[in-house]
């Protein structure tokens, strides 16, 4: 069935240091892809999505390239901020259902 | 302000009883959903529902039911018949069911059995 691999964490980055976040999918067809952030004691919220090959998302700074090659979806942010420490999730989704296939998460701790 | 609201934030339930979670939407979407989230793991779908009267299984859905009699609310009732609910519980909703809709979640209810 479809899953989605993240890399574990924790991972731990000075302020402005470059984050990579790597996600790697199987689904049968051509999902649409998503990177949700969860902050302490909160639910999710979307960062970014890309719904074809070769799009890119990007929000706050953070961008990711669905790679279809290479079913990919890595996640990427030029300098970090302690405001971005937060659990990072991967996710895939398609049909009609709704349903969404969620990473186990990558934890980010970002220090001062 | 637009938003989904969980409550409670934390209940305690002692084993063999049933619990009944609430998920409240103000944001006029037709699909919600009901996912369960563990330490280390990602989130994993409990049931789902498309329309007012209308709910589907989701991947984990024994010991849970859920009931959709309008269109804001969607509450979950974790049943005695779960074996392992101590878990964070969240509630999600999107204008529709395609994948590409954007779900938007509730802050959560953590869910201790002792």
């Known amino acids: 069935g479809d899953s989605v691999t993240q890399m574990e964490g924790p991972v731990t980055l000075s302020e402005e240091a470059f984050l990579t976040i790597n996600c790697t999918y199987t689904?049968?067809?051509?999902?649409?892809l998503f990177w949700y952030v969860q902050y302490p004691g909160e639910g999710l919220q979307l960062l970014l999505k890309?719904?074809?090959?070769?799009d890119k998302g990007s929000n706050k700074g953070f961008e990711a390239t669905y790679r279809k090659e290479t079913t990919s979806f890595h996640l990427e942010k030029g300098s970090v901020q302690v405001s971005d420490s937060a659990v990072y999730f991967c996710?895939?989704?398609?049909?009609?259902?709704?349903?969404?296939?969620f990473g186990q998460g990558t934890t980010l701790q970002v220090k001062p | 302000d637009g938003g989904i609201t969980q409550s409670p934030k934390y209940l305690f339930r002692k084993e063999g009883q049933n619990v009944t979670l609430s998920c409240e939407q103000n944001?006029?979407?037709?699909?919600m959903y009901w996912y369960r989230q563990d330490p280390g793991q990602g989130l994993r779908l409990i049931y789902y529902?498309?329309?007012?009267?209308?709910?589907q299984k989701g991947d984990i859905a024994e010991g849970y039911s859920v009931s959709r009699e309008k269109k804001e609310s969607f509450p979950l009732t974790v049943t005695s018949a779960q074996k392992n609910p101590t878990a964070f519980y969240l509630c999600?909703?999107?204008?529709?069911?395609?994948?590409?809709?954007?779900?938007?979640f509730g802050p959560g209810t953590r869910l201790t059995v002792l």
């Open positions: 996710a895939s989704g398609s049909g009609n259902t709704g349903k969404l296939i």
């Open positions: 689904a049968t067809g051509y999902p649409s």
């Open positions: 890309a719904t074809k090959a070769d």
């Open positions: 944001l006029n979407h037709d699909a």
């Open positions: 529902s498309q329309i007012v009267n209308d709910f």
């Open positions: 999600a909703s999107s204008v529709g069911l395609a994948v590409y809709n954007e779900q938007f």
